[in-house]
């Protein structure tokens, strides 16, 4: 039989369809229906559709209905009317009535109606009820409800109906919500198996209330126990008469009012049942929130009257039944075995059902009261095996961490005894001790003793008489494979001792079933079982030195032994390869001089190459200690220069520099005087290294390196005969950029001279020196401008002449593979330059360049790179279609990376790093960066920070394109003038994006007219716990537009920080 709703429409309706009024016109037409074996729609089915039908709508499908209570629906709007006094129609009383009818015939069944109605449903239905047995007055019972309508049966029915789903609905919901697998996002057109689902706002509404009337619910109740048990002094049961179908009366066309007949029927309960029923709920309630002692108090109630119960029914009987008809009651839903599962939940089995307890809840008791008797329980449990091996690992592991935390005083030795007698459950269950991670990790850590230990867990287990054939050969391939294994060896020879010990005279017996008497030799005389501690070991493997220092020859006629001068020799020259220090060289040196005069002993090793020029002078220098010492030396100094040891092969060249002029000493050898000035470019250059690689603690007196680096500079430019190589020009260069010189007739020497890594860092030398001009019309210097275009171009040829107009979105290619190699050559002084710039001035101004190259060359103001001293540079480039924004922005963005390791506290190159870094394309860096510029400039958010409102926007922007809408929103605020146009246009947009924590943002909104959007926005959508989160949001006191000035600020700023810190624990932590 289909049951419909009429709705308009062209397709004829079949002649078995019921609409819903019939059942109205014929009251038995639902009673005939619910009777059928199994009706379609269900009585459950029914309910639902019956109370979540509109006015509006008319026809309705039993079978596959088009007319469900959306889970994310709206909630109705609060009505003009006082509460006490909602407004229903005819047509939506009618329906209720027909819910209500529906109930009684599922004997008001709360589990029933919590396994198959949403939670909506649930509530309207317990609100029916109340509001049917008060004629109207509510349906959400208030505080104080007056005597003499509590008095009344079928009111204090309805009353006690809606305050015991009250206290089930949070339990049944936590339940739910643990048991069930719910996608992470609701995807439309999906229904969801239940509304037990954070994901409804009518579900969270619901909770809420719930969890706020449980006090009252709960005050009721115990009054209604008060009330009864009061009552039944004499030991005669009251009886309490259930509504039936016939209880609830239809509308019809000349009624009005609602005329229902309470005393129909001759359904009663015993106040027995009732109060069970009362006492489970509360015990469930109670034991769900933790207090224990209630739920006690009132499980050994419902006991209590199940016992009477039990009584009343074995001498009057339960209608057709002789004793009690659990899951057939005709009001109570609770089952026995709920009744003696919270019994034994509670520890209260041995009391009320003269049960011993489980070794399981024993185990749990020694976990609750700081493992006090685990030993016992768990040498029971390898008896019995009873308790999951889960729960013993899990105990285990509880005893290591409160051991180490020192949370729980525990016995010193309790971890090991528990690890011991896990390891003998789990050898019972068929484990090897390979397999067993903790096994192996107790032994490791105890060693030896743990093996006694093991055998102690062991001892009850071997003389019991409950071991099967089974358990014996389980327990024999857990001995062999400790016997055997080399991660956890066994002592076999011992096996007896310990066995003696712990198990007395049955050792024999039982180490024969253990390990018998072949297998256990054949294991004692395994080499692998030998013991290592007696092994000979020869002593020449112990020493570290194998040199034949003690080797003599016998020279005839005395036969005196004297030792080999050749061994000597071979010694020496072996130390002297090998000397790490100029003191070893020189001591070697000293003794081989002594032996062989005339032997060239700085060939002795081809790895000896001494740095730069040195060594055509040293090989130039007559035969003696200095050519050794300085190639050797020289060379062992070249050779830490190259493993990055600047210091060490500072420290190094010095010593040959000072023996150089102390052999000088004021003579006129030029060969000398020529290596002397060698020696001293040399020095400078690994001064320079020195002081880049080790900054800022370099510990070097930078005023005096800044003088030698002058005077190389004089002399590269004097052409003189002793002068430089082109390295250490370099080197003196950049000496002077990063210790602050930049005279600018020092400058002026090298400038615009040619293209090389000197010439630009002397541009960038006369740029910097620019700056600290005085104030007025400054400009930099054009020389480092056209070196960094040059570096840049692309068509080194000939570049095809395009505006900048023309060419600003234009594709830019590959190169042209023929020049692939000039630009590289062009690209290499530069690249030199930044890799040695330190000083932050001189960074700074090359930030500045590379920035103002890319704005001009990319023209778009949305992706423009922000930092000071860019209008400083030129604004206009020819041919800009020969140069490829993309590598400008890679060598500005490696640069900013090398310079924040050394400042990465600068606001200003921060904020640049996140310009880039979204002109890139790269959005979550981006906006890491620009927070950390934020962070950093304001004492982590404790102020503002300089041009916050410009980084804001961009990190809007930002947030924006990483589909955040509502933190981009509250980022407009930021500004000094709101930006609201982004902002409304970012409320205004929906996201599935979770991280963008929506409504949980509102707390960081200060701006009333944000607030304002989002409490409409969140109306029209009907998102009503949001909008309710809004207005929360919105009506904060500190936020009132008639506070002070100095309220507003103060709530503005707590917001603020409120709001960017959780940002960056976000996107930074």
């Not at 008469?241 to 019809?252: A, D, N, S």
């Not at 935390?405 to 528990?418: H, M, Q, Y």
């Not at 005839?556 to 050749?566: M, V």
Request: proline fraction near 5%; aromatic fraction near 8%.
């Amino acid at each position: 039989m289909d049951v419909d709703l009429l709705r308009p429409g062209t397709v004829p309706i079949s002649p078995d369809t019921i609409l819903w009024f019939e059942f109205l016109l014929d009251q038995k037409l639902l009673k005939e229906h619910l009777q059928y074996p199994n009706p379609e729609p269900s009585a459950t089915d029914l309910i639902v559709e019956f109370l979540s039908v509109d006015t509006s709508n008319g026809i309705w499908n039993g079978r596959s209905s088009e007319r469900v209570l959306e889970p994310d629906a709206p909630p109705t709007p609060p009505s003009s009317r006082s509460p006490q006094q909602p407004v229903i129609t005819r047509k939506q009383l009618a329906l209720k009535i027909l819910a209500l009818k529906i109930a009684s015939t599922l004997n008001w069944n709360l589990d029933t109606f919590e396994a198959k109605l949403t939670p909506v449903i649930q509530q309207q239905l317990v609100q029916d009820l109340v509001f049917m047995a008060t004629d109207g007055a509510f349906s959400v019972p208030p505080q104080d409800i007056s005597v003499n309508m509590i008095n009344k049966p079928h009111v204090q029915f309805a009353l006690t109906l809606y305050h015991r789903w009250i206290l089930r609905f949070p339990v049944k919901a936590a339940l739910q919500a643990k048991s069930a697998k719910l996608p992470f996002i609701h995807h439309p057109g999906i229904p969801l198996e239940n509304g037990y689902t954070h994901m409804n706002s009518n579900f969270d509404k619901i909770l809420r209330m719930n969890e706020n009337s449980r006090s009252q619910s709960i005050k009721y109740l115990e009054e209604v126990i008060a009330y009864y048990d009061s009552q039944s002094s004499n030991q005669e049961s009251k009886l309490i008469k259930v509504p039936i179908m016939e209880t609830f009366v239809h509308l019809t066309e000349d009624t009005d009012v609602m005329a229902h007949d309470w005393d129909a029927g001759n359904v009663n309960v015993s106040q027995y049942e009732l109060l069970m029923q009362i006492h489970f709920d509360l015990c469930y309630n109670h034991f769900f929130y933790g207090q224990h002692e209630k739920a006690k108090k009132h499980i050994l109630g419902c006991k209590k009257n199940l016992k009477l119960l039990e009584s009343e029914v074995n001498s009057k009987g339960y209608g057709k039944y002789n004793k009690i008809p659990w899951g057939n009651l005709n009001y109570a839903s609770v089952s026995e075995e709920d009744i003696l599962g919270y019994i034994r939940a509670l520890n209260l089995g041995q009391e009320l059902l003269d049960e011993d307890r489980s070794l399981l809840q024993r185990l749990q008791e020694c976990v609750a009261n700081d493992y006090t008797g685990i030993i016992a329980v768990l040498q029971a449990d390898n008896l019995s095996r009873e308790i999951p091996m889960i729960h013993r690992q899990v105990a285990e592991l509880d005893i290591q961490a409160a051991a180490s935390t020192g949370a729980v005083s525990v016995p010193k030795d309790l971890v090991i005894r528990v690890s011991a007698l896990n390891a003998v459950r789990y050898a019972l269950e068929g484990g090897l001790p390979s397999t067993h991670p903790d096994f192996l990790n107790k032994f490791k850590t105890v060693g030896i003793k743990f093996i006694d230990v093991l055998f102690w867990a062991l001892a009850p287990v071997l003389m019991s008489t409950r071991l099967s054939k089974d358990d014996w050969e389980k327990l024999r391939m857990f001995f062999l494979h400790l016997a055997t294994s080399s991660q956890c060896r066994l002592p076999v020879d011992r096996i007896d001792e310990y066995l003696k010990k712990h198990v007395g005279s049955r050792s024999s017996e039982i180490r024969a079933k253990l390990i018998c008497d072949e297998h256990l030799e054949a294991i004692i005389k395994d080499q692998i079982n030998s013991d290592d501690e007696n092994m000979q070991i020869p002593r020449e493997l112990l020493a570290d030195d194998w040199e034949a220092t003690d080797f003599k020859y016998k020279q005839a006629p005395d036969f005196e032994y004297k030792a080999a001068p050749e061994l000597e020799m071979g010694r020496l020259k072996k130390r002297l390869v090998e000397a790490s220090s100029a003191d070893d060289v020189r001591m070697c040196l000293v003794k081989l001089a002594m032996m062989s005069p005339s032997s060239p002993l700085w060939k002795l090793s081809p790895y000896w190459k001494p740095i730069g020029n040195l060594s055509v002078l040293l090989s130039s220098l007559p035969r003696g200690f200095l050519q050794d010492f300085g190639v050797v030396v020289s060379g062992a100094a070249r050779a830490r220069a190259e493993a990055g040891g600047a210091r060490a092969a500072l420290s190094l060249l010095s010593v040959v520099e000072g023996e150089a002029r102390s052999q000088l000493a004021g003579g006129n050898d030029p060969t000398l005087y020529r290596l002397c000035r060698v020696l001293a470019w040399e020095v400078l250059l690994l001064q320079v290294n020195l002081l880049l690689t080790e900054w800022p603690h370099h510990r070097l007196n930078v005023t005096l390196l800044a003088n030698k680096s002058k005077a190389a500079i004089a002399a590269a430019n004097s052409n003189d005969a002793i002068g430089p190589r082109s390295q250490v020009v370099v080197a003196a260069w950049l000496c002077l950029l990063n210790v602050c010189e930049w005279e600018p007739g020092c400058a002026a020497q090298a400038a615009g001279a040619g293209a090389g890594a000197a010439d630009v860092a002397a541009a960038l030398c006369a740029a910097c020196a620019e700056l600290q001009r005085g104030k007025g019309a400054r400009k930099f210097p054009r020389p480092l401008w056209d070196h960094v275009l040059n570096t840049f171009n692309n068509n080194l040829n000939g570049p095809s002449k395009r505006s900048i107009h023309m060419s600003s979105h234009h594709h830019h290619g590959p190169p042209n593979h023929a020049n692939h190699h000039g630009q590289l050559e062009h690209r290499g002084p530069y690249h030199q330059l930044l890799q040695a710039l330190r000083e932050p001035l001189a960074i700074s101004v090359m930030l500045s360049l590379l920035a103002r190259i890319y704005n001009v060359i990319v023209d778009d103001c949305s992706l423009e790179l922000v930092v000071e001293y860019t209008n400083l540079w030129p604004n206009n480039i020819s041919n800009v279609n020969n140069y490829n924004p993309k590598h400008i922005l890679e060598s500005l963005t490696e640069l900013l990376e090398k310079s924040l390791k050394l400042y990465p506290y600068n606001t200003s190159w921060l904020r640049l790093y996140g310009d880039a870094e979204m002109a890139a394309g790269r959005h979550g860096a981006a906006l890491r960066r620009y927070l950390c510029a934020l962070a950093a400039g304001s004492w982590h958010f404790a102020k503002r920070a300089p041009d916050e409102g410009g980084v804001a926007r961009r990190a809007a922007r930002c947030c924006q394109a990483l589909a955040a809408p509502t933190q981009a929103a509250a980022l407009c605020q930021l500004p000094d003038e709101p930006d609201y146009t982004p902002a409304f246009k970012c409320l205004a947009e929906k996201t599935g994006n979770a991280a963008d924590s929506m409504d949980a943002y509102y707390g960081c909104l200060w701006d009333g007219t944000l607030l304002e959007v989002a409490v409409a926005l969140h109306a029209r959508r009907g998102e009503g716990g949001r909008r309710a989160r809004a207005v929360t949001a919105a009506g904060a006191l500190e936020l009132n537009a008639n506070n002070s000035e100095d309220i507003q600020r103060e709530a503005a700023a707590i917001r603020r920080a409120r709001l960017l810190r959780a940002l960056t624990n976000q996107y930074v932590s």
